[in-house]
């Protein structure tokens, strides 16, 4: 007697089986991939803000231990306002471009200098957080990357024009594109001159975190809930990466966010006894 031959193939159903528990396995797996893929990322921000601090500690090292300073001048001044200063954020110098340091004069006063640094990151993509977009080092001369680094990402190029016997002051969208994804502290002239700087406090450069920092709620007011991470953040509202003055960087959570860039912003205005004017108000 013969007997039927038996089919070896898969039937509906085992097929959809075996569908369902692969679908559950890469369910369960992905959100741990992701969040593996993310801590990756805020570890290699950690480590440009690490590589960008390494190029202002040598920076300073030719500069009297003055970092770049983006002080902004007296608008009532009847000067014209310094034409190298385009943002308080300005990190272009690190890489090597036309830029001011300033001097004292006999007189006491300080008057900019206009200076050429020397390149001190070997690689212009630390200043790209790889959780953004941001893309230096795409213009098609080298020479010309500095132009992606003078403000950040969500800020402006500084614009000055005479009215009404002072210059009044705006910002306008810089050519080429900002590409850069990190605030700095410039507008303070930060300086390792300055005694009793409280580490802890000081923070030089942070994640762009597409806020305003320079507005009357937040100098004035104290007021910290305009500096809360958003979408728009580099890291979202997880939280993001801060190099504070002796060097070391650190992941902030986004519920201290707030507090700890506040509490930079008034250890500087402490330490060197300046305050940015009103009239520089809601400038990115």
Request: proline fraction near 6%; hydrophobic fraction near 35%.
């Amino acid at each position: 007697m013969r007997l039927p031959r038996r089919n070896t193939g898969f039937t509906l159903i085992e097929m959809l089986i075996v569908l369902g528990i692969i679908m559950t396995l890469a369910a369960t797996a992905l959100p741990a991939i992701m969040q593996s893929l993310r801590s990756a990322r805020e570890v290699n921000c950690r480590s440009n803000l690490k590589q960008i601090g390494t190029g202002l500690f040598s920076y300073i090292l030719n500069w009297d231990r003055n970092f770049i300073s983006n002080r902004p001048p007296d608008l009532f001044a009847q000067r014209t306002p310094d034409p190298v200063l385009m943002s308080f954020d300005d990190l272009s110098p690190l890489w090597g471009v036309p830029s001011v340091r300033r001097e004292r004069t006999t007189g006491g006063k300080f008057v900019y200098e206009t200076i050429v640094t020397d390149s001190y990151v070997k690689d212009v993509r630390v200043f790209n957080c790889p959780s953004t977009r941001d893309r230096a080092g795409t213009l098609p001369k080298r020479e010309d990357w500095w132009k992606e680094l003078i403000c950040k990402r969500s800020g402006g190029k500084l614009k000055f024009t005479w009215s009404s016997n002072q210059y009044k002051v705006s910002s306008e969208t810089p050519t080429p594109p900002s590409q850069m994804s990190y605030e700095y502290c410039g507008e303070f002239a930060p300086s390792m001159q300055y005694t009793g700087i409280n580490t802890t406090r000081a923070w030089l450069v942070h994640d762009e975190d597409a806020n305003a920092e320079n507005t009357n709620d937040i100098l004035t007011l104290g007021k910290e809930e305009g500096l809360r991470l958003t979408n728009k953040s580099n890291h979202g509202k997880r939280g993001a990466n801060m190099l504070f003055v002796e060097g070391h960087v650190e992941w902030v959570e986004a519920l201290r966010w707030p507090k700890r860039v506040v509490n930079g912003i008034r250890e500087w205005e402490g330490i060197t006894t300046w305050k940015l004017a009103s009239s520089y108000y809601t400038i990115p």
